[in-house]
């Protein structure tokens, strides 16, 4: 009966607001309602608690483009959407690795900052139907923040930038992470007038830290490293140095190289420039290359001493002109012009570009890059391309450890320990075999091959290795004896030379005495006739 009630006495008052409403909207002039609702909405605000911030997702002075700030929103909200929405939208983003889920329209999820409660409610404004678009979205979608006033401050001058910041790096942690190779540009005009300046592919290098095959030790002192400043952009900025860090990579051939490249970009979850610098015209395509890279990104220079002839250009500045003049006289004519059409086409980036690439004024654009050189040869580097502030860690990597060889083990034969690791262990001690050939002799040729086959054919391996070690060094060692029996050899003819040719002046002095005493006394006598 109460119930009854209650609807009875509600009845009319729903009633009397739809009759009122329906006045309203036929009787009312547009005019009036503007003024009615302004006044409407300040007596609304004067007693509504709380406020209301819209991030629309196209900005009104691009075109068609998405708001920056409405994706990252949608990222950042995307982690709370799952767990509390109820209804669910899934978008596939751009070089995104799986799909992004965000509420669907008119949901409205919850979120807490410094113990303060914010609301987010994903809306939609439908279009005018009767208007044409030339945009296939018609309805303007939006995210309304709502929040109380009196944390007013905190949303503006704190929360909302750690919204943007956070969805940023979601966004970031979620891409399709890329390996890219600059393009080889054209002999008119720059070539990035027509298509991109690097060209790309999704990066899926296996390689990490734990496949890698180095020393523990010397291992955990690089990611350390490498994790220290994948967090020091404020250190950075203290101390007033451009975020990045140079690495320099040096050793024989086949010791990984490039599989740690490999492993510091999945460690750091960051892009990889591999740069060709033979393909780059001049020093100012060199810059623009810089430009067009992104943060977060390892920007490689492998064989840098292959790559460019780097090496001694300052001294060779010098005997430049000389040896152009000399090669003029020698070859003829049709010879040098061939030259000269070689050397149109030959890269023109200097060490002097390639210094300012590394460390000018142009380096600190982007920030968190990491610049990395490999050389199977540092002693023919310059000394100004790899001191520190350039390439501020230098990394050697050897021939095959133990340890390595057990890192190695675990990942080709999924063995810890075997019988045969001691005979192995005393023949890595005796001679030098890089990783990539005990990865070779232990990774299996057939579908028969186990374990024991695998160590016994790297066991073989390292004894040829041995001996073949002992030839060259007995070779070298009867090169050097020959040689330093040519060079006594050498000597000693020429002390005989030298003996000889003092004799033979000798000689040469006394019969000069002989003959000058003879004219003398002859010169005597015909005085004394004369006289």
């Given at each position: 009966?109460?119930?009854?009630?209650?609807w009875?006495?509600?009845?009319?008052?729903?009633?009397a607001?739809?009759?009122?409403w329906?006045?309203?909207?036929n009787?009312?002039?547009?005019?009036?309602?503007?003024?009615?609702?302004?006044y409407?909405?300040?007596i609304?605000?004067?007693?509504?608690p709380y406020?209301?911030?819209i991030?629309?997702?196209y900005?009104?002075?691009?075109?068609?483009e998405?708001s920056?700030?409405?994706?990252a929103?949608?990222r950042?909200?995307?982690?709370?959407s799952c767990t509390q929405?109820?209804?669910l939208?899934?978008?596939?983003?751009k070089d995104?690795?799986s799909?992004?889920?965000?509420?669907?329209?008119?949901e409205?999820?919850?979120d807490e900052y410094?113990?303060?409660?914010?609301?987010w409610i994903?809306?939609?404004q439908l279009a005018?139907k009767?208007?044409?678009s030339?945009?296939?979205e018609?309805?303007?979608r939006?995210?309304?923040?709502?929040?109380?006033?009196?944390?007013?401050?905190?949303?503006?001058?704190?929360?909302?930038?750690?919204?943007?910041?956070e969805?940023?790096?979601?966004a970031?942690?979620e891409?399709?992470r890329?390996l890219?190779?600059?393009?080889k540009g054209?002999s008119?005009?720059?070539?990035?007038?027509g298509?991109?300046?690097?060209s790309?592919?999704v990066f899926?290098?296996?390689?990490?830290?734990?496949?890698?095959a180095?020393?523990?030790n010397?291992?955990?002192?690089?990611?350390?490293?490498l994790?220290?400043?994948?967090?020091?952009k404020?250190?950075?900025?203290?101390?007033?140095?451009?975020w990045k860090?140079?690495?320099?990579l040096y050793?024989?051939p086949?010791t990984?190289?490039?599989?740690?490249i490999?492993?510091?970009?999945n460690?750091?979850?960051?892009?990889i420039?591999?740069?060709?610098?033979t393909a780059v015209?001049d020093?100012?395509?060199?810059?623009r290359?810089?430009?067009d890279?992104?943060s977060?990104?390892?920007?490689?220079?492998?064989?840098?001493?292959?790559s460019?002839?780097?090496t001694?250009?300052?001294?060779?500045?010098k005997k430049?002109?000389d040896?152009?003049?000399?090669?003029?006289?020698?070859k003829?004519?049709i010879?040098?012009?061939?030259?000269?059409?070689e050397?149109?086409?030959?890269?023109?980036?200097t060490?002097s570009?390639l210094?300012?690439?590394?460390?000018?004024l142009?380096?600190a654009?982007g920030?968190e890059?990491?610049?990395?050189?490999?050389t199977?040869?540092?002693?023919?580097l310059?000394p100004?391309?790899?001191r520190?502030?350039?390439?501020?860690?230098?990394i050697?990597l050897s021939y095959?450890?133990?340890?390595s060889?057990?890192?190695?083990a675990?990942?080709?034969?999924d063995?810890?320990s075997?019988?045969?690791?001691?005979e192995?262990r005393?023949?890595?001690?005796e001679?030098n075999?890089?990783p990539?050939?005990?990865?070779?002799?232990?990774m299996p040729?057939?579908?028969?091959?186990?374990?024991?086959?695998?160590?016994?054919?790297?066991?073989n391996?390292l004894e040829?290795?041995?001996?073949?070690?002992k030839?060259?060094?007995?070779e070298e060692?009867e090169e050097e004896r020959?040689?330093a029996?040519k060079e006594?050899e050498?000597?000693?003819?020429?002390?005989?030379?030298l003996?000889?040719d003092?004799e033979e002046?000798?000689?040469?002095d006394?019969?000069?005495?002989n003959?000058k005493?003879?004219?003398?006394?002859?010169k005597?006598?015909g005085?004394?006739?004369k006289?």
């Amino acid at each position: 009966m109460m119930m009854q009630d209650v609807w009875t006495q509600l009845g009319p008052t729903i009633a009397a607001i739809m009759f009122t409403w329906t006045m309203y909207q036929n009787y009312f002039p547009h005019e009036l309602r503007g003024h009615i609702r302004r006044y409407t909405d300040k007596i609304v605000s004067y007693f509504y608690p709380y406020m209301h911030i819209i991030f629309h997702e196209y900005d009104t002075d691009g075109w068609f483009e998405r708001s920056k700030a409405y994706v990252a929103i949608e990222r950042y909200l995307s982690k709370n959407s799952c767990t509390q929405a109820k209804r669910l939208k899934a978008n596939v983003v751009k070089d995104g690795q799986s799909l992004v889920l965000t509420m669907d329209d008119h949901e409205e999820i919850t979120d807490e900052y410094k113990g303060e409660k914010v609301w987010w409610i994903s809306s939609q404004q439908l279009a005018n139907k009767q208007t044409i678009s030339l945009w296939k979205e018609d309805d303007k979608r939006y995210f309304k923040l709502k929040f109380h006033r009196k944390n007013r401050e905190l949303i503006t001058n704190s929360y909302l930038k750690y919204v943007l910041d956070e969805g940023k790096a979601i966004a970031v942690r979620e891409r399709q992470r890329k390996l890219y190779t600059n393009n080889k540009g054209e002999s008119g005009g720059y070539r990035y007038r027509g298509w991109r300046i690097w060209s790309q592919v999704v990066f899926e290098h296996p390689s990490t830290f734990d496949t890698l095959a180095m020393d523990p030790n010397k291992k955990q002192e690089i990611m350390d490293d490498l994790q220290t400043f994948s967090k020091s952009k404020d250190y950075y900025a203290k101390i007033g140095k451009a975020w990045k860090r140079g690495y320099l990579l040096y050793g024989p051939p086949g010791t990984g190289k490039s599989s740690m490249i490999a492993a510091m970009a999945n460690f750091l979850e960051y892009d990889i420039y591999d740069l060709e610098l033979t393909a780059v015209k001049d020093n100012t395509e060199l810059r623009r290359l810089l430009i067009d890279t992104t943060s977060k990104s390892i920007i490689v220079i492998e064989d840098i001493d292959c790559s460019l002839d780097l090496t001694g250009q300052r001294e060779e500045k010098k005997k430049k002109k000389d040896e152009e003049d000399k090669e003029k006289d020698e070859k003829d004519a049709i010879v040098e012009k061939m030259k000269k059409g070689e050397a149109k086409e030959k890269s023109e980036v200097t060490l002097s570009g390639l210094l300012n690439f590394i460390d000018g004024l142009w380096s600190a654009i982007g920030g968190e890059r990491l610049i990395v050189f490999t050389t199977n040869y540092v002693e023919k580097l310059d000394p100004a391309l790899i001191r520190r502030g350039r390439m501020d860690k230098h990394i050697v990597l050897s021939y095959c450890c133990f340890e390595s060889f057990k890192v190695l083990a675990r990942n080709y034969l999924d063995i810890e320990s075997h019988d045969h690791f001691p005979e192995i262990r005393r023949l890595m001690g005796e001679t030098n075999m890089t990783p990539a050939d005990i990865a070779e002799n232990l990774m299996p040729k057939s579908s028969k091959e186990n374990a024991d086959t695998c160590l016994k054919r790297l066991i073989n391996a390292l004894e040829i290795a041995k001996e073949e070690a002992k030839l060259k060094a007995k070779e070298e060692e009867e090169e050097e004896r020959a040689k330093a029996k040519k060079e006594k050899e050498e000597k000693e003819e020429k002390k005989k030379e030298l003996a000889a040719d003092a004799e033979e002046a000798k000689d040469t002095d006394g019969v000069n005495k002989n003959e000058k005493s003879e004219s003398n006394g002859t010169k005597k006598n015909g005085d004394v006739s004369k006289d």
